[in-house]
């Protein structure tokens, strides 16, 4: 009796059935791996840059002597929606005036909101913009500049100001996913008159 050697067609086709199948599940968990391996980058771009923003802001109002929220808001300039301005007071320099914006911004022909920091120094007159939200390099930006800024408390006592506020990374920017984050926090001046 004669022995064939290699494969029926039935085999093959087996073979092949069950390698495709095996082939289109693991290609499906690789792809959905490497998704959400993106959106975790880009939601940890996004902490990172709030975190800045929220850090910086505490500082600031910790360290003033007076901070005012200029009601209307466009008392703040042109394409500004919200703004709060921070007087403090620097032993070399003076009195320094920061403020903080939320204001429109073109970047290629895209408006998005952003959130500038601006100091003044009374010696030179000098303005420092100092962007905390850089969209043109980072492709993050803000959701609403609706009542970001919020201060309470009375003249003679500490005032507490809230910023409340939502990044957003943007696609097609660097970043192949987007993702938003809510930031929030409270901040009491001291009162060290």
Not at 5 to 20: D, Q, R
Not at 53 to 72: H, Y
Not at 151 to 156: N, R
Not at 167 to 176: I, R, T
Request: net charge negative; glycine share 6%; proline share 4%.
């Amino acid at each position: 009796m004669l022995l064939k050697k290699g494969f029926t067609l039935i085999e093959l086709l087996v073979f092949l059935a069950i390698f495709s199948v095996l082939s289109v599940m693991i290609t499906t968990v690789l792809i959905s791996f490497f998704r959400n391996e993106n959106k975790i980058a880009a939601i940890n771009n996004v902490r990172q840059y709030g975190s800045a923003i929220i850090d910086n802001f505490e500082r600031d109002v910790r360290a003033s002597q007076d901070l005012t929220r200029p009601d209307p808001p466009s008392i703040c300039g042109a394409l500004v929606d919200d703004c709060l301005n921070i007087n403090i007071t620097d032993p070399t320099e003076g009195t320094v005036t920061v403020v903080w914006r939320c204001k429109r911004q073109t970047f290629d022909t895209v408006e998005r909101l952003i959130l500038t920091r601006e100091s003044t120094h009374p010696a030179t007159g000098y303005v420092a913009v100092e962007s905390e939200v850089t969209n043109g390099q980072v492709g993050i930006s803000l959701t609403s500049c609706t009542d970001i800024f919020t201060v309470l408390g009375s003249l003679g006592s500490s005032k507490l100001v809230n910023l409340k506020f939502t990044l957003q990374s943007n696609p097609g920017s660097g970043q192949e996913s987007s993702a938003q984050v809510p930031f929030q926090t409270s901040v009491s001046t001291r009162n060290e008159k």
